[in-house]
């Protein structure tokens, strides 16, 4: 199938059913200049060991060590800016072509760019709490501690190490992730964008899809069972679509 073809299919799915949910992974933001994690040669974790440097263990065991290694990374996704595909599924959201975004991402950029309803299943950046006393603070504060030079970040109330509000390796998930689950009951349409599909336990998540649309660069384990698989930037994509719409 060209791809003009498959754009017009996509639509014609989109229109033909009233349950749609986006599943985006880190591919998704690429454009907005934050590097993905599994592509080959270029991922993140082709270059460090998660376990050694973006796991729970590893911010407990050498938590200056954990925040050298990961702090800088965080700060500058705070300055990223929602693409072309970000705005795309807040329009179409709007439109009433999707009901929200579950992500994988922590970049926050759904929310900047418009998205109500948005399901973040590996957390957000946006806070942080105390290993100890479970205080919450803006993460921004964790981010001023460091730069003052106080590393590891600790709380102002009990002296606790603080950690981000996110779903590090080892982590249970969180409760997004188990809100997404019972808001996918019934789910009709599953467009999945920039995701590799290999990390659990989202990558179980299409199981929930009547029908399955994959929009990647690269292949993924649920290629076979998709509808449709379009291997293309998102940002074209969903560009051509909202054209096409």
Known sequence: ???????????????????????????????????????????????????????????????????????????????AKPNAAHFALADLERKGYLVGVITQNIDGLHRKAGSQRVWEVHGHLRTCH?????????????????????????????GGVLRPDIVLFEDSMGDDYFQATKVLSGCQLMIVVGSSLQVYPVASLPEYARQLVIINDDETPWDDQAKLVINEKSGKVFTDVLATL
């Not at 986006?22 to 998704?28: D, E, K, P, S, V």
């Not at 200056?64 to 300055?79: I, M, P, T």
């Not at 105390?130 to 590891?152: E, H, M, W």
């Open 130 to 158: 105390c290993f100890d006393c479970r205080k919450s603070f803006p993460f921004i504060d964790l981010v001023n501690q460091y730069d003052a030079g106080t590393n590891p970040p600790r709380c102002d109330k009990c």
């Open 1 to 79: 199938m060209e791809y003009k073809e498959k754009i017009n299919a996509l639509v014609e799915l989109m229109q033909k059913s009233t349950r749609n949910f986006a599943l985006t992974g880190a591919g998704i933001s690429t454009e907005s200049g934050i590097p993905d994690y599994r592509s080959k040669g270029t991922g993140l974790w082709q270059k460090f060991d998660p376990m050694k440097v973006a796991s729970a263990s590893a911010l407990r065991r050498d938590p200056a060590g954990f925040y050298n290694n990961n702090l800088k990374r965080w700060v500058e996704f705070s300055g």
